[in-house]
């Protein structure tokens, strides 16, 4: 048998991180044992379902890497296939036609409320004769649910679960305007695309209980279903607002790297021994639903950092300033020339050894983009005192004549000079910082001046009049 699993968001916003880690989820287990992975679009709210969400869902799904097999599919436009379902489950007698009024269900579950019992659906047309139905009525199809024993759920994250069937009521299939319900949609969806196995958030577990009923009144196979506890802030409470980004779009605008997040979103629920560092390699060699908890986990902001780090030193340098141009293009407010985006690169490995994020890479990066000539800031240029430009002029005699203009040997001449001159290195070495980048913070100095090469370190040098 091939493993079908499927996503299937609602675009009524963004993609939730919680949306994006049961993506993922579903996504390893599909490549894990060779199978498919199918994208639904859940849009028969159409009040509320938009296409930018759709696209945002798209656009999030994409920057994560998890690639769909196939199209993507609409819900909506296979409302004529979930109506014809309904239609045949009333008339092999197992649903029928409801015409209670919204008037008169309200009027019920008031008096639901008021003794204490629960929400549920009477069942006062389940028995009767529509040759009684009152006129002007259009009536709901609604399943003839058991009434009588247990519905079971061998879940394979929450264990067996039982309901009994007294608790449930008789959903609605088809509303009175012809159109289907979330229930209804779903489970057909779910059958006519072969899905094996559905793994979702543990809130979705009392509709699977309805689902199945309807499963097995179509006499269809029945999913292997996975339950996974939901997401909570680092406070433990149901995540919200309050604790900051929600949205996949959110994480990249911070700066995190996709990698990033599909390894910090596999450890949010689900292990692998004492493994944090999991490659998306490993976690599609290693990922099975045995290792999924039961317990809701926690957002940490703080190791999501450090992970973040950790794929920033390892990622490819060229990719790194391809990301970091447009932010800094955008501080600028002008594209960067060719040599600008060569030196972004060329100073990548200096940077990214105390980045966290992108946008911490950006903010160090930017002084490869400057353009002369740069102004001190405050504290930079109270370092650049007479007797520290005299300093920087000696070691620019020095270096202008060298015939490698590298790291090392622009740090030899410096501690030859201010050894010499019985000085320490940080006399020439931090003002030469403030010189050329107009910070007391920088990379490595000598590895910043052999970046930007003996012309453009003469140059800004000399912009300080030194002679």
Not at 97 to 115: I, S, V
Not at 176 to 204: A, F, K, Q
Not at 385 to 414: G, I, K, M, Y
Not at 434 to 450: H, K, M, N, R, Y
């Amino acid at each position: 048998m091939t493993v079908v699993t499927r996503f299937a968001p609602s675009p009524t916003g963004y993609l939730h991180i919680g949306g994006a880690r049961t993506a993922l989820f579903n996504w390893l287990y599909a490549r894990h044992f060779g199978g498919k992975f199918l994208l639904r679009i859940e849009d028969t709210d159409r009040a509320r379902s938009t296409d930018e969400a759709t696209a945002a869902i798209y656009d999030g799904l994409s920057w994560l890497g998890l690639n769909w097999d196939g199209d993507a599919v609409s819900q909506f436009s296979r409302r004529e296939r979930h109506a014809e379902v309904a239609r045949s489950l009333l008339a092999s007698g197992q649903a029928y036609y409801c015409y209670a009024t919204p008037d008169e269900l309200e009027a019920m579950r008031a008096e639901q409320r008021a003794t204490g019992r629960p929400l549920r659906y009477d069942g006062r047309w389940r028995d009767r004769d529509p040759a009684g139905a009152p006129e002007g009525i259009l009536p709901t199809i609604r399943l003839r649910a058991p009434q009588i024993g247990e519905t079971v759920v061998e879940d394979r994250v929450q264990g067996t679960v039982t309901v009994a069937n007294d608790q449930m009521d008789d959903m609605v299939m088809l509303r009175g305007d012809g159109t289907p319900t979330y229930m209804l949609s779903v489970v057909v969806d779910d059958h006519d695309y072969g899905i094996t196995n559905i793994i979702r958030g543990d809130d979705h577990l009392t509709n699977t209980f309805r689902q199945i009923q309807l499963y097995r009144a179509m006499g269809w196979d029945t999913p292997i279903f996975a339950h996974i506890p939901l997401i909570h802030g680092p406070d433990g409470k149901k995540l919200s607002k309050r604790h900051g980004a929600q949205a996949v779009h959110e994480w990249r605008d911070m700066g995190y790297l996709p990698e990033t997040m599909r390894n910090y979103l596999l450890r949010l629920g689900w292990g692998h021994g004492d493994d944090e560092i999991i490659s998306t390699e490993q976690a599609i060699a290693w990922f099975d639903l045995d290792g999924i908890g039961r317990s809701p986990s926690r957002l940490d902001f703080g190791k999501l950092d450090n992970l973040n780090g950790h794929y920033i030193r390892e990622a490819d340098d060229g990719r790194l300033a391809e990301l970091i141009t447009p932010p800094i293009e955008t501080v600028l407010g002008r594209p960067l020339n060719a040599t600008q985006k060569s030196r972004l690169a060329a100073g990548m490995a200096g940077l990214k050894a105390r980045a966290k994020t992108v946008n911490d890479l950006a903010a160090a990066a930017r002084l490869y983009a400057e353009d002369r000539p740069i102004s001190p800031d405050a504290k930079a240029a109270v370092i650049l005192t007479p007797a520290a430009l005299e300093l920087l002029r000696a070691w620019a005699d020095c270096v202008s004549q060298a015939p490698d203009f590298n790291a090392a040997t622009l740090e030899q001449a410096a501690r030859s000079l201010t050894e010499g001159r019985g000085v320490k290195l940080g006399e020439l070495a931090q003002p030469l910082r403030a010189a050329l980048t107009g910070s007391t913070i920088s990379p490595p100095i000598f590895e910043v001046a052999s970046i930007f090469g003996k012309d453009e370190v003469i140059a800004r040098l000399n912009d300080l009049h030194l002679a």
